[in-house]
């Protein structure tokens, strides 16, 4: 069936540093790719999506790219900031296309001043 | 516009008790999602609406939970008797639509602790 693996957390950096989580999923057909943030104390808020292979979404200065020769969708950021802090959480919307997500296990991202 | 509303926010039961929760999603969303999260873990789709229909509902262990949306708009799902396991934050999202490339949105979920 159809799954997403995420790299384990936590990640901690220090304030303007570069972000890599990595995402890995398995998945039949053309599944639409997804990372949410969960801010502490807050539900699950859509970051960003792509819907097709080599698009790339982006938002609030993350990006990320959906790779289906090497089935990824890494996201990525240039300078975070301690607002940022969260956990991160890469999704699929695939092969059922009920909609129905399949989300990996989320990445705590803890950023220093 | 309004997110999608959850209550209550917290809930307390012993194990063999019951317990409900609601969820009212965006005006004119047709399809309503209730997932598990346990600590440490991505939510866990149990079960999907399109309007009062049941869309999936096979990762629902319906021996012990049970869902609703009779008039196609809010929700409520039970669990009937409640196990230990079954801590966890439940979540309900909604969408416009129905499909791989509709995008969901959460609510805040009600965070249950059953000891």
């Known amino acids: 069936g159809d799954s997403v693996t995420q790299m384990e957390g936590p990640v901690t950096l220090s304030e303007e540093a570069f972000l890599t989580i990595n995402c890995t999923y398995t998945?039949?057909?053309?599944?639409?790719l997804f990372w949410y943030v969960q801010y502490p104390g807050e539900g699950l808020q859509l970051l960003l999506k792509a819907t097709k292979a080599d698009d790339k979404g982006s938002n609030k200065g993350f990006e990320a790219t959906y790779r289906k020769e090497t089935t990824s969708f890494h996201l990525e950021k240039g300078s975070v900031q301690v607002s940022d802090s969260a956990v991160y959480f890469c999704a699929l919307s695939g092969s059922s296309n009920t909609g129905k997500l399949i989300f990996g296990q989320g990445t705590t991202l803890q950023v220093k001043p | 516009e309004a997110g999608v509303a959850q209550s209550p926010r917290y809930k307390i039961i012993e194990k063999r008790q019951s317990v409900a929760f609601w969820c009212n999603p965006i005006s004119g969303h047709a399809t309503l999602y209730w997932y598990q999260q346990i600590l440490g873990q991505g939510p866990k789709l149990l079960i999907q609406?399109?309007?009062?229909?049941?869309?999936?509902d096979s990762q629902l262990p319906k021996d012990r939970f049970s869902a609703e949306r009779l008039k196609g708009v809010d929700s409520t799902l039970k669990i009937q008797p409640a196990k230990l396991e079954d801590s966890a934050v439940y979540l309900c999202?909604?969408?416009?639509?129905?499909?791989?490339?509709?995008?969901?949105?959460f609510g805040p979920g009600t965070r249950l602790l059953v000891l």
């Open positions: 998945a039949t057909g053309y599944p639409s």
């Open positions: 609406f399109q309007n009062n229909g049941v869309v999936d």
């Open positions: 999202a909604s969408s416009s639509g129905q499909g791989a490339r509709e995008t969901q949105y």
